[in-house]
């Protein structure tokens, strides 16, 4: 146990880039219960400093190495129990580094059911097997005249069974196992071709009806386009194995043949067992491992849309809230009506309604009237419009509603509306809002995410708000994981403020569980609001471990105890006031003055308990009492007469939101209901390799328009200079203008938008429309 513990840990270590011990103590606290962002924010002294990116990845892998420790200890006793156990052998078996190279290792030794090799040895051919792989001189048809018996009427049933033996032993030795699969990962080549008849059922397929790439550089969107169509009966998948060789022997068959020293030009001993590779790489080893590699194909390509899709929403939360201003919120319909909910600064519902500007009533009048009564009668500062269909036409209407309000006049802006259909209709909404006809409810989360993204994003299922790249083909457990993960960590990084906090949003504070969220909510409209962290003490089944884990993640404004309302932990406020007192100041007047808090030395506060971390930690937030690490609010500019695909034009200069970053580029929402692409190599005037290194959800960006395509609804987009204009790279993603290698880089990107053609990013924008 204590081995495979040693093993754990340094493994870990190696990978996350620590030592040894700072990975046990924080395993020690993730058992213990502890949350990633209470570990990455409150215990860096104990860690020594691992960050929340770190942890995680700690976190992931620990199971995993858990399950491979444990399967390691029962192949261990299955193997000990069969009395087939060397020394050798388990050196072997503590030595595997993965699964798969430890079921390789096990597999002759695996219960299975009788193989035709077994029914072979029960009629005595091992022997025969045995006499043929030690003598390479003798010829196999006169040794099997000494084993023919009734079971083995003649030779050359002899010869098939011990066949049989030899084939089953090249193909559970994991030595070569392990070799010929590292082989197959570098040369085999991943070939789609359409299934007949399907061509035309399958057109979204097209660019993979006769496709070939190599397997270990498939990228994910490519991978899982065409599992989907394999799994959609339009494509078959195969891995080919050495399809362009032409030489008579494969090197996978010579690579089984070395192994064994086989000789090609052997005598009759080495023929007849060359026979037996080809019959082992054909019947047992070419299946096992082509099937292996397109698992690991799967598991690769899920594993990196996780990624992405993690990313993607991490920066959607973490996107810049409008603030608490009295908002309107529009859900655009055109039949049905636009939906209309105004809200105060707190996010609660003040007036809802329905105007009717578009056909089949064409009420404009109405419906201006309608919404200059609410913006007068709300005072309201902002309008929040969904950009779903008739989105445009009815941010013209607030255009012109607003146009004729004196000042101060409100600001419109299109936000997206993802996931709020399915929030409106959830339980969560119902409760929330019980006598809201459903229609309604979607414009008040349109309102309300303007106020804060992540407060409102957190009542929708992450997979419900669009930012990810075949999300449904995906592992759905490790997918949901993934995608909690990322809520938890931007709800603590944000803070949350306790008085104000929905259920939803308390809940994804660390420490705290669906069912206490529902517990402080109750506690809070019986008793009013909370004075200070403490008493959520009283908050019935919140004992001292909950209160361990949350307290620091909550924020009190105007309590009775001014650090309530910073990210200061309830444990660290004898150090905080041990500074406040060295300054000789009231801790309100304290909080906030970046000069003198600067001026102090932070290990003058250092203490047995308490290092240099929390303590600059602390000063940090003194400084900027609950700051908020979330970027300044900003929107795009869509232009005005350009609300349809059909407006554009190529070389327009647009301005819009990127909406999903996928491997192959960015979307961007250009206000025309269809997001236009920005292909990786039009991102930049400088070599990409990911995109999430330019550009995230939520920024704004400038575009120019490349290519339009009215039939197939796509649009292409470049964020590259033209004609010497600034490119649209946001400035926290530029790299330095002076580095050789930048503009190395810069020279070989522009020989290649010289080069590129509009084939190319057709084929992505079709990998966008299959992602969809």
Known sequence: MAAAIDRILKTIASEIAARPDQVKVAVDLLDEGATVPFIARYRKEATGGLDDTQLRQLEERLAYLRELETRRAAILESIRAQDKLSDELAGKIAAAATKAELEDIYLPFKPKRRTRAEIARERGLGALADQILANRDCVPAELAQAFLTGDVPDVKSALEGARDIVAEAFAENADLVGALRAYLKSKAMLRARVIEGKEEAGAKFSDYFDHSERWATTPSHRALA???????????????????????????EQMIAQHYSISLQGGAADAWLFDVVRFAWRVK????????????????????????????????LLAAPAGPRPTMGLDPGIRTGVKVAVVDATGKLL??????PFQPRNDVMGAEAELARLIRKHRVELIAIGNGTASRETDRLAGDVIKALPAPQPTKIVVSEAGASVYSASARAAAEMPDLDVSLRGAVSIARRLQDPLAELVKIDPKAIGVGQYQHDVNQTRLAHSLDAVVEDAVNAVGVDLNMASAPLLSRVSGLTASLADAIIVHRDQ??????????????????????????FLRITNGTEPLDASSVHPEAYGLARKIITSCGRDIRSLMGDSAALKSLDPARFVDERFGLPTVRDILLELEKPGRDPRPEFKTATFAEGVDDISALKPGMMLEGTVTNVANF????????HQDGLVHVSQLADRFIKDPSAVVKAGDVVKVRVVDVDLKRKRIALSMRKDDGSASAIPSSARGAGGDPQVRAQQQR?????????????????????RRR
């Open 226 to 252: 065409m599992l989907r169509g394999r799994n959609e009966e339009t494509l078959s998948l195969e891995i080919e194995i050495d399809a362009d060789s032409v030489a008579p022997v494969k090197p996978v």
């Open 285 to 316: 080893l070419s299946l096992h491992l082509t099937l292996d590699l397109m698992n690991e194909l799967r598991e690769r390509a899920e594993a990196e849309a996780i990624e992405v899709f993690a990313r993607n929403l991490k920066d959607l």
């Open 351 to 356: 007036d809802t309604s329905t105007i009717y």
């Open 527 to 552: 008793n009013g609001a909370f004075k200070s962290r403490r008493d959520l003490l009283a908050v019935p089944r919140l004992g001292p471990r909950a209160f361990e884990l949350s307290a620091g």
């Open 665 to 672: 580029g960015a979307f961007v929402d250009i206000g025309v």
């Open 749 to 769: 990107s522009t020989r290649q938008e010289k080069s590129a053609t509009q084939s190319a990013l057709g084929a992505a924008l079709s990998e966008a429309l």
